[in-house]
């Protein structure tokens, strides 16, 4: 991975929530489609086209979760639109939690703008994992209203939802929820922290600065990975950055520059990079390797 030359993801996120969805192989082209896809060429594949919809929509109402579920599987297969109206319909047809989760999980595989109303209805579902899927659902659709709409996640009741909505901010690129985050972010929504180092710009730096010793210290790296990781933040920015965490030290900065520093590539021709990774293997030289040796001093330099 090149910090500089390239755009590369995530670097040192902390992952404090996991994703409950299903598996679905990559739509192939065309109506025919397969999904699962197990391993090896002579794998069993499932297909579906469109002139299978009615059937399917019909499957959707057996008194059967296994063939419910076969038919899910099916639509999801078709990824045309069409697919959406009889899965919003199972949605509201009070059916197994087990399958309302699959059924919002094959939403949030088909991506489809068709499918925001009934997520949306969603989030407020009764159940936490059934809201904390139709945030994620959501925020996998390429629309102008999903932004306002996940951001609502942020003030949800359960933490694992506020959480999940906070990251959804993130992948989603929407920069202009920076201040929401931020406002989160001091609601203890941890997070938080990893979107506002994918969005905010050299501002935002200062204004994360400002927790540095208010959270703990893994909270914290899990937002500069991300300005660091990004193309689009200068040299110079991530030169204070490294600095202010020179001046916290402690064995879990050490690690977190040790592991940045493996991300450069070995021939630097710019003379501003070469000196900025020098000054990121200087900071790690000067923090000890062991806990028994160190000063942490969170709160230095506020």
């Known amino acids: 991975m090149k910090p500089f030359d390239s755009v590369t993801p995530t670097l ?9 969805g299903w598996g679905i192989a990559p739509a192939e082209l065309g109506l025919i489609q397969t999904a699962r896809a197990q391993d090896g060429d002579d794998a069993p594949r499932i297909r579906a086209t469109l002139a299978d919809l009615d059937a399917l929509q019909a499957q959707l109402g057996s008194p059967n979760d296994d063939e419910v579920r076969g038919a899910i599987e099916r639509l ?5 639109p069409r697919v959406v109206p009889p899965l919003a ?13 699959r059924a919002l999980d094959a939403l949030e ?5 068709e499918a925001i109303d009934v997520l ?18 959501l925020a996998a659709i390429e629309d102008g209203r999903v932004p306002e709409l996940v951001a609502r996640g942020l003030r949800d009741s359960d ?3 506020r959480g999940a909505a906070a990251l959804a901010l993130g992948e989603i690129g929407h920069r202009p929820s920076i201040d929401v985050l931020f406002q ?5 929504v941890v997070e938080a922290a990893i979107a506002i180092g994918k969005l905010g710009d050299t501002t935002a730096i200062e204004r994360f600065n400002a927790f540095l010793g208010r959270e703990p210290i893994g909270v914290m790296l899990s937002g500069y990975g991300e300005f660091l990781g990004r193309n689009d933040i200068s040299v110079e920015a991530k030169t204070a950055v490294v600095e202010r965490l020179g001046e916290i030290a402690g064995v879990s900065v050490r690690r977190f520059l040790t592991t940045y520093l493996e991300t450069f590539p070995r021939r630097i021709r710019n003379r501003d990079l070469r000196a900025f ?5 200087e900071t790690i030289r000067r923090i000890p390797e062991t806990a028994s040796g160190q000063t942490l001093r969170q709160g230095a330099g506020q």
């Open 12 to 20: 040192f996120a902390v992952a404090l929530i996991t994703s409950l």
């Open 76 to 80: 999801v297969v078709i990824d045309h």
């Open 89 to 101: 319909e199972l949605l509201r047809s009070g059916r197994s939690d087990t399958l309302i989760d």
């Open 109 to 113: 595989t088909l991506a489809m703008a």
């Open 120 to 137: 949306a209805e969603f989030t407020s579902h009764r159940r936490v994992g059934a809201r904390r899927r139709a945030y994620e659902a």
């Open 159 to 161: 933490r694992s939802v």
């Open 184 to 188: 989160a972010f001091e609601r203890n």
């Open 277 to 281: 990774k020098a000054l990121v293997e």
